[in-house]
């Protein structure tokens, strides 16, 4: 049958696949415009497999929260090669998916995957249609999500490095006046990659591991055996310092930690929890 420009254009418009591409899957599926669309999300799901060894590596990371700012979401939606990364179609894709995260707040990466991206495809068929599209592999590797009652502390979003990495924060008080303390801590969290929120908060056979690598470290300067310990809780303070947020240094004030920033706004702020994606 005779494929008519227009429809080309409408199959393309919907999909973003080439002309050529679009004009094969109508001619394929005899003029049906629903079954030229499957026909493309076959050959996405062809690459997907074809190229499922391949890294994901690069792509863009998007964080956003609630217009009430009481739910947040981050997520990344990979591909192959930063050219790709750098497309607005590829941005406006993963912008559109945050916001599907954002209304339906899934708990998990399967369940935002199973969510409606439009009245045909869930997002997780439209990630494939937009591999074969584009000829890269794309996923979404990494979700998540931080939400706070009303009138116990609000999200705050932070986006770093043109999409490379994102980080949601949530604070215990609400109020116009700490939404950039809050972002202050939230750009602290992308620099300095802090892995918990406080001492109490990391995991218990990390603390094991510094430990032991503290007393190894000083058996190996000559340090006596019975004061091996002691040294390294020593160490493990200042692993604490270094590596969970609330105990780390403010990267933009004067030798004082994240915790004693917040309280120098108001003795009672501080975060609860955060979450960072970046691309890697």
Do not use: W
């Amino acid at each position: 049958m005779k494929i008519s420009a227009a429809d080309v254009k409408k199959l393309r418009d919907k999909t973003g696949a080439g002309m050529m591409d679009c004009k094969k899957a109508l001619v394929e599926a005899d003029g049906d415009f629903d079954k030229a669309m499957e026909n493309l999300r076959k050959k996405g799901q062809k690459l997907t497999e074809k190229r499922a060894d391949r890294a994901a590596n690069e792509g863009v990371v998007i964080a956003k929260t609630s217009h009430n700012r009481n739910n947040g979401i981050v997520v990344r939606l990979g591909c192959e090669t930063d050219f790709v990364a750098k497309n607005a179609d590829f941005v406006a894709l993963a912008d559109k998916i945050a916001d599907i995260a954002l209304k339906g707040l899934p708990d998990s990466t399967e369940d935002l995957l199973a969510l409606s991206f439009d009245d045909k495809l869930t997002i997780g068929d439209k990630v494939v249609e937009q591999t074969g599209v584009i000829g890269e592999k794309l996923e979404i590797s990494k979700y998540a999500k931080l939400q706070t009652a009303a009138g116990e502390g609000q999200v705050l979003p932070y986006i770093h490095m043109g999409h490379r990495a994102g980080v949601i924060v949530a604070v215990n008080l609400e109020g116009p006046e700490y939404i950039e303390p809050g972002k202050n801590v939230a750009m602290q969290i992308a620099a300095m990659r802090p892995i918990a929120l406080d001492k109490d908060q990391v995991d218990p056979t990390i603390v094991e591991k510094e430990i032991e690598i503290g007393k190894e470290q000083a058996r190996q300067e000559g340090k006596p055996e019975a004061i091996l310990e002691k040294i390294a809780m020593g160490k493990l303070n200042k692993f604490y310092r270094e590596q969970t947020l609330l105990n780390q240094d403010y990267v933009k004030g004067n030798k004082e930690s994240v915790a004693a920033y917040l309280k120098s706004i108001n003795d009672k702020l501080t975060v609860t929890d955060f979450k960072h994606i970046e691309l890697g």
